[in-house]
């Protein structure tokens, strides 16, 4: 009798490795509530902050800021109203955002309006092309991406991660120049264009790295290589890059050049002696594949990604089911995506400013 009862239960060295297996994703899933916690009310705070210093520099009768002196048009306060409630309306018609995302988009919207029209429209095309890539087919991408919502639906923190540093920009623009728009022109403005700057790079490198993935998923066939050892990796690995989606975060990022020298020649008068804009169109495809690479150094090292034996895929949470690939629980992809459109805000203008006055020799030649 008790032969067949040892039979039937399992060895000590089993049940000993699955509760250690078991306690450690425990504290892992710990760990990663209050890391999200503590990122979620970072995010709050600075964007409190950020709208409180915008208010008041807007509304102060002050004349310590250049451009503050204009009084703003009443058609930019109607617009600041009007799109960002379309926009939000429309996202959650179509399933695009949900509530708390909607009410963040329309806040950043009207941060954008306000600043400026050309800012406004970069944000417009990031959200409407990334809308319409991310449901490109939807079926392959579910099989693929464990975390994959109907839609692709994002919620506050994402729409936050993705605009913050965007609407931190407009803020630092309304305080230096003004709600209107501007030219680039780093020689004689370069506070402002350098404001400028980080703006479009900021916003390339989102819709770069967002054209990426969703495009990399879609219709990627060769096996993605992870961009800190250059091994295969599974389709959908954090860090994982390819030819198509590295040229895709190239297109997504010149996207949003092409819109500000677009919006540009609408809304500003461009004289003969003016700088040339068009290399704001490079500008915008370098950024966004330097972004998309920073994005993916970051998801490689410091967010998790594993195969689950169970789902038959790649997920970004430990469990007795996964094995690792590659990355450490520390960041999510929402944290991943804010850190990168920061670094890249912060590195491009610098390295534009190296290349921006050649255009102006180009120009005197021609």
Same mark, same amino acid.
């Given at each position: ?5 040892? @039979? ?58 250049? /451009? ?76 693929? $991406? ?6 692709? @639906?994002?919620?506050?923190? @994402? #729409? ?27 020689? @004689? ?11 479009? !790079? ?30 295969? #990796? ?71 990604? /594993?195969?689950? !034996? ?49 255009? $102006? ?6």
């Amino acid at each position: 009798m008790s032969h067949s009862l040892c @039979q039937c239960c399992p060895p000590v060295g089993y049940l000993v490795k699955a509760i250690k297996q078991a306690i450690c994703h425990q504290l892992t899933g710990y760990l990663r509530i209050v890391l999200n916690m503590l990122y979620t009310m970072l995010v709050i705070v600075i964007t409190s902050v950020s709208l409180l210093v915008w208010c008041i520099t807007v509304f102060a009768n002050s004349h310590s800021f250049q /451009g503050m002196n204009e009084p703003i048009h009443p058609m930019r306060y109607l617009l600041s109203i009007i799109i960002p409630i379309y926009m939000s309306l429309r996202g959650l018609r179509k399933g695009s955002l949900d509530q708390g995302g909607a009410i963040a988009g329309f806040i950043l919207g009207v941060v954008m309006v306000l600043s400026s029209y050309s800012f406004m429209i970069c944000v417009m095309v990031f959200y409407l092309s990334s809308s319409k890539l991310t449901k490109f087919k939807m079926k392959r991408k579910k099989l693929i $991406d464990a975390d994959y919502t109907e839609g692709g @639906q994002r919620n506050w923190v @994402q #729409v936050l991660c993705n605009g913050g540093v965007p609407c931190e920009l407009a803020i630092l623009y309304v305080v230096d120049n003004g709600c209107r728009e501007m030219l680039i022109n780093i020689n @004689q403005n370069y506070g402002t264009s350098f404001i400028i700057l980080a703006f479009v !790079s900021a916003v390339a490198c989102s819709c770069g790295d967002t054209w990426a993935s969703e495009i990399g998923m879609a219709i990627g066939t060769d096996q993605p290589r992870l961009i800190t050892s250059w091994r295969k #990796v599974p389709v959908g690995t954090n860090g994982g890059v390819s030819w198509i989606g590295a040229a895709s975060s190239a297109l997504g990022g010149a996207l949003i050049g092409i819109a500000y020298f677009v919006s540009v020649y609408m809304f500003c008068d461009i004289g003969p002696l003016d700088p040339a804009q068009w290399p704001v169109i490079i500008y915008g495809a370098v950024s966004g594949l330097v972004g998309s690479s920073i994005d993916s150094v970051l998801g490689a090292t410091l967010q998790y990604s /594993g195969w689950c !034996s169970r789902k038959q895929c790649v997920v970004s949470q430990a469990s007795p089911t996964t094995t690792h690939i590659t990355g450490t629980p520390l960041l999510d992809n929402n944290s991943v995506n804010l850190l990168s459109s920061l670094f890249t805000s912060l590195i491009m203008p610098v390295v534009a400013v190296a290349y921006w006055p050649l255009s $102006d020799v180009l120009k005197m030649a021609l």
